[in-house]
């Protein structure tokens, strides 16, 4: 079934910094990957997703890119600010499934 | 309220109570979910419900027993739960079932077995 890591665990940046967290999966017959936020205290948001027929995909400040050959993708942050602090899921479509796998989360802190 | 509801917040209970958990829809939607959300695990999706029909049962036990009277509310009725089973409970609905439908998640329960 479809597995999906993702890392660092934790990240901590400094105000305008970027940041940057990758995720890979197993399933090569994923072709879906959403990214959802979850602020402390409130529920997980869908920030931005990407198909597989298509490499990057951008929206104000994040962007999202996928390599399919390596079976990766990636959410990059520019000019980071304080209100982008919290838990960060990637997820993929378990191939043909209509489910997510979500991964473990990733807690980004932004240093004012 | 508009979005998604769930009711209650938090929750404490004994490993020998009974007690549901409820979440509700207001956004017209056709799918339903509960996930269980633990520490430094990844979100674990436990059911789906299209059109009220249970359309996956992710090998959870069968102290979790959920229901979808209709596709605006989905109840989770817990029974005889363990301690491991404390964790945040978010419901989630999507327009439909396809994995690109946007999630709309509920603000969870937490809840604490005793």
């Known amino acids: 079934g479809e597995n999906v890591e993702q890392h660092p665990s934790t990240l901590s940046v400094q105000e305008g910094d970027s940041a940057v967290i990758k995720c890979t999966y197993s399933?090569?017959?994923?072709?879906?990957f959403p990214w959802y936020k979850q602020e402390l205290g409130k529920r997980p948001q869908l920030i931005i997703d990407?198909?597989?027929?298509?490499g990057e995909k951008k929206d104000q400040r994040i962007a999202v890119t996928l390599n399919k050959t390596a079976k990766h993708f990636s959410l990059h942050i520019t000019e980071t600010q304080p209100e982008d602090s919290a838990v960060y899921f990637c997820?993929?479509?378990?191939?043909?499934?209509?489910?997510?796998?979500f991964g473990k989360g990733m807690k980004l802190t932004v240093n004012p | 309220e508009t979005g998604v509801t769930q009711t209650p917040r938090h929750l404490v209970m004994g490993m020998t109570n009974k007690k549901s958990l409820k979440c509700e829809q207001h956004?017209?939607?056709?799918?339903m979910y509960w996930y269980k959300q633990s520490a430094k695990k990844p979100l674990e999706l436990m059911f789906v419900?299209?059109?009220?029909?249970?359309?996956e049962n992710n090998s959870v036990p069968s102290r979790f027993s959920p229901e979808c009277p209709n596709s605006s509310h989905l109840f989770l009725h817990l029974h005889t739960l363990q301690p491991e089973d404390s964790a945040l409970y978010l419901c989630?609905?999507?327009?439909?079932?396809?994995?690109?439908?946007?999630?709309?998640f509920g603000p969870g329960t937490r809840l604490t077995v005793l």
């Open positions: 989630a609905s999507s327009l439909g079932l396809a994995a690109y439908n946007e999630q709309f």
């Open positions: 990407i198909r597989s027929n298509v």
């Open positions: 956004l017209g939607h056709n799918a």
């Open positions: 419900y299209s059109l009220e029909e249970r359309v």
């Open positions: 399933d090569s017959a994923s072709n879906y």
């Open positions: 997820a993929a479509e378990k191939g043909g499934s209509e489910k997510l796998v």
